[in-house]
């Protein structure tokens, strides 16, 4: 197909190029065309207008000899006279003078100063006296020379007399003769590119001619005109106005004489005034067009390379790919099976029977990712199926948001709610809080708490169906957070999937208002303090030295217990206490003041209870120092939640203002076995392994024994 689309594109160039060029070249011979037309116009017009002005004069002459000779009353004599005795007579500036009477008999016959006899005339002369005496009108008539005088031209002037009366008196004629080429202008250029410039009579007798031998040949014989063009010619009339027409390969223009009827004509071939490409021109056209249209195809080449690469790339994943999965809608067969299949997904299989080449590659893969994502629909309608299921058996409230939307809810939050999880689905969470004011405080909270350490933990007042208020503690991270995602902590929150732990903590709230209760636990992190958990610890270690001395009081016999000697290799432990330091919190109220410092102790708190719990109680001795009871727990398994912690507390990130904090752990941890300990001493000894994790680099555990 890539090279199909190419070989297209060069053949549309070439075409193009070719017509382009030959418009171009025929607009411009055209446009020359015009140019020289109207440039050959002006000079045949300036051509005749000159010739005319020449043939006035010796007409205007005669008219000066016609009006003396009136006054005189047509006598003969005085012509006499004044032509061969007058110094300043026109009469000497002709070749020839008659003198007819109104009766049209000869009265003078004069020739180059010398009288002739009158039946010597010519018969040419004596017929253009008798038109100019019968029309009362002057004549000019041309008279060429053969023989030996070949190429000499005589023009004849007739002018009637008119007495003083009006009446005519006669006519008076006089001839000028002269050479046929000093017709045409001196100084015109002819002959350039080609063109000749003639003199013709209206009887298609050529007078003036470049070529000498062509003169008084006729003009069917001329090259470029034939003998339709005289016909035209005499048809119409002469023309005084230029006229420029194209005939036979030559544009031919004239211009009419009217009083001599003669005919100005320039012939030019139109080769020489618009000329084509030369060959060479030519061959650089074509080079120019074959040189467009290879750029054209490595820019199309170049283009297309994305969709070659893609086509490579659908061919090695078909490659890589199983056949699709019997009782799909193509059962795996070929493009080319489908061509004759006539299965109900015709409309999907219709453009098989067009593709071909790449297309049809492409068309596979499409067809079988087509099919995929059918089953990947399927296997996410499965999945998001057993998530539901997981989230409504799980023993605690779990919720999926998506823009602030409830996306997904677990059975254990709806009915914390009041609703059925069908309820809440798709519903926004404004639904759920008191007051437009709550949910504007609930979305702010949430946005400052994600981008500050990404997550949220915090208790929110909400309503349920029935219209009763509900404390629940909202413990949320987004999805990209909890999969270690590469999402940016710049997304906003609104735009995250967000999961929710949600507990109900109303009875909570309602203990904490109890005095009992503000003695036995920390104001801040609403964690039991350290008198709560000195009392925990010593009545913890109470009941140890109970079961060590024997069974409690009151109680039944109990079967003695194995002593632990008689299984080799166990240890009997009763429990852990870890002492628990934050490493560089000092940095913290340094950079963000203590009201830093508090949110991120809250944090913490957060944190540690969310590691322990359910296996062990944690309080806050003071400060930044924490410690947890893990009760029944071996040396090993305390030492891994130990190392759970510090790992849980590095991991975690926390800004304000701009600062980023980074924080870190040192955990001391005391073993507590059978013997007798009091709660000093096993603090003591806690607080001894933290300044030794301190000591030793921070962020580790350290163990020392309880003595």
Known sequence: MLRAVLALAAMAMLLLGAGASWWVVRGLQQQTLEQAQARQAEEVDTVARLLAARLEQPQRLLWVLAQG?????????????????????????????????????????LRGGRSERLADLDPAVRDAMRRSLADGKPVIATLPRQGADAGMVE??????????????????????????QALLPPGMDAGRMGSRLLLIQRDGQLLAHQDPARWLARAETEPG??????????????????DSAQREGYLVTTAGMPLPQWLVVKVTPLAAVAPGLSTRGMWWLAALVLAATVL??????????????????????????????????????????????????????????????????????????????????????RLQLQIQTLMDYAPIGLVV???????????????????????????????????????????????????????????????????RQIWVRMHGQSVQRLSRGVEPRATAAADMALVWVVEDVTVQRAMREQPVWKALHDPLTLLPNREAFAMRLNEWLQECGAQQG?????GAPQPAAEPAAAVPGLI??????????????????????HAAGDEVLCHMARLIESVVRPLGWVARLGGDEFAILLAGMSAEQGMQLAQGLCMAVQDWEGSHGGQRYLMGA?????????????????????DMACYAAKRKGRNRVEVLPVG
């Open 69 to 109: 000779l009136a006054s005189h009353a047509g006598d003969a004599s005085w012509l006499l006279s004044e032509a061969l005795h007058g110094e300043a007579s026109p009469a000497r500036l002709f070749d020839s003078l008659q003198l007819a009477d109104a009766q049209g008999q000869l009265q003078v016959s």
């Open 155 to 180: 023009l004849l002037y007739a002018v009637p007399l008119r007495l003083v009366n009006g009446s005519g008196a006669g006519v008076l004629s006089a001839s000028v003769r002269m050479s046929a």
């Open 225 to 242: 005109l034939g003998g339709d063009w005289l016909v035209t010619v005499q048809a119409h009339g002469l023309q005084a106005r230029p």
């Open 296 to 381: 054209l195809v490595l820019a199309l080449a170049l283009v297309m390379h994305p969709l070659a690469a893609l086509h490579q790339g659908a061919r090695r994943w078909l490659a890589s790919q199983p056949p699709p999965v019997s009782g799909s809608p193509s059962d795996g067969r070929d493009i080319h099976d489908t061509r004759d299949a006539g299965q109900a997904d015709a409309g999907w299989h219709l453009p098989a029977v067009l593709a071909w080449g790449e297309a049809a590659t492409l068309w596979q893969a499409l067809h079988r990712l087509r099919l995929r994502s059918g089953e990947q629909a399927q296997e996410m309608r």
């Open 401 to 467: 948001t998506q823009a602030f939307r409830l996306d997904l809810v677990g059975l254990q939050a709806a009915r914390m709610l009041g609703y059925r999880p069908g309820e809440l689905q798709g519903r926004p969470i404004r639904m759920l809080c008191a007051s437009d004011k709550a949910h504007e405080q609930l979305i702010a909270h949430v946005h400052k708490d994600l981008d500050m350490y990404g997550q949220f933990d915090s208790e929110q007042c909400f309503v349920r169906k029935d219209g």
């Open 550 to 554: 024997g069974a409690p009081q009151g």
């Open 572 to 593: 009997r432990h009763h429990g852990v206490v870890l002492f628990l330091d934050l490493d560089h919190f000092a940095h913290v109220n340094q950079q963000g003041g």
């Open 666 to 686: 040192s955990v001391g941890m005391v073993v507590l076995d059978a013997g007798q300990h009091t709660v000093s001493d096993v603090l003591r000894c806690a």
